[in-house]
Nanobody
Framework: QVQLVESGGGLVQPGGSLRLSCAAS????????MGWYRQAPGEARELIAT???????NYADSVKGRFTISRDNAKNTVYLQMNSLKPEDTAVYYC?????????????WGQGTQVTVSS
């Protein structure tokens, strides 16, 4: 059984920083792409950043230049460094991973961590 466990959310003032972590555990041979999504109240879940197994990142325009995604393949962990946070970044943040088994690739999600940007 594979699990993704997130940590690092919380309350921060505008302009502040937070670092999210997401560790995958269980029967894992390898992990393909990993990423972060967020969902604000009343809105659809939004893809904000992805990173390939080789470390190539991609970002949504809304976070480009402020957020940095990284991963440690030895620890099966993905990170999201969030700087210059704005009130509109307030949302529940979810990590995602594509993890293959012997037959196919499955999508796994973390439980979500709340990020609130407010003064």
């Amino acid at each position: 059984q594979v699990q993704l466990v997130e940590s690092g959310g919380g309350l921060v003032q505008p302009g502040g920083s937070l670092r999210l972590s997401c560790a995958a555990s269980g029967s894992i041979f390898s992990i393909y792409d990993m990423g972060w999504y967020r969902q604000a109240p009343g809105e659809a879940r939004e893809l904000i950043a992805t990173i390939t197994n080789g470390g190539s990142p991609n970002y949504a325009d809304s976070v480009k230049g402020r957020f940095t995604i990284s991963r440690d393949n030895a620890k099966n962990t993905v990170y999201l460094q969030m700087n210059s946070l704005k009130p509109e970044d307030t949302a529940v943040y979810y990590c995602h991973a594509e993890i293959p088994n012997s037959d196919y690739v499955l999508d796994y999600w973390g439980q979500g961590t709340q990020v609130t940007v407010s003064s």
